[in-house]
Every structure is written in C-alpha cells, then in structure tokens.
C-alpha cells in the first residue's frame, strides 16, 4: 500500500500565497503520476494540476498562471505553489499518487485526507 500524506493548508486573504506538500511512501513504492485535485462544497472533485515522472505538467483552465507543480521525484513529494490566490479556490485539496506499491504490482490512485484551503474575499 501507498500512504499519501498533504500538508500546507490553511486561511488566506484573496490575493495571497499558500504552498501545499504531499508525500507519498510505502514498501517498493514507484510513483508515476501525482496531482492534486480539489472540492469545494456542493461540487465535484476536479484536477487542480498533475505532474508526470519526467515533469510533464497539466493544469486546471481556472488556476493556469496562478498555480505551479513540481516534484521531488527522489523524495516522492510534490508541491502546488498557489499565487494570486481567489475566493473561488477555496476548497478541501487532496494529492493523488498514480503507483506501483509492494504486493499490489498494478498501477493504481492513492489518496490523500485532504488539506482545507480557505481564501476570505
């Protein structure tokens, strides 16, 4: 199995910075992709961004210019640098980890608790 740890949460005036972390580890863990989604109340989990192995990024319409990912591969650990920060991202953020682990020899999710991000307007 693969433990998914976020970190970096918290309260933020609108226009401010938050920097989010998440690790994942385990027994033989290889991690392909890792992302990070989010869900405000009422909606959907969405793709906030994700980041592949060699650093290929993907992100959110909504957060492009605003936010950043990047990873840590020999830590097994990405980050979501999140400037310009918007009521409207105001939201519980969980890290995903699309993995390999010991005894479970197919990729598959692995989810974090969640981490809350509030932005006051």
């Known amino acids: 199995q693969v433990r998914v740890v976020e970190s970096g949460g918290g309260l933020v005036q609108a226009g401010g910075s938050l920097r989010l972390s998440c690790t994942a580890s385990g027994r033989d863990v290889s991690i392909n992709t890792m992302g990070w989604y989010r869900q405000a109340p009422g909606k959907q989990r969405e793709l906030v961004a994700s980041?592949?192995?060699?650093?290929?990024?993907n992100y959110a319409d909504s957060v492009k210019g605003r936010f950043a990912i990047s990873r840590d591969n020999a830590k097994n650990t990405v980050y979501l640098q999140m400037n310009s920060l918007k009521p409207e991202d105001t939201a519980v953020y969980y890290c995903n980890a699309y993995a390999i682990a010991h005894g479970v020899w197919v990729l598959k999710d692995y989810w974090g608790q969640g981490t809350q991000v509030t932005v006051s307007s």
């Open positions: 980041i592949t192995t060699g650093g290929g990024t």
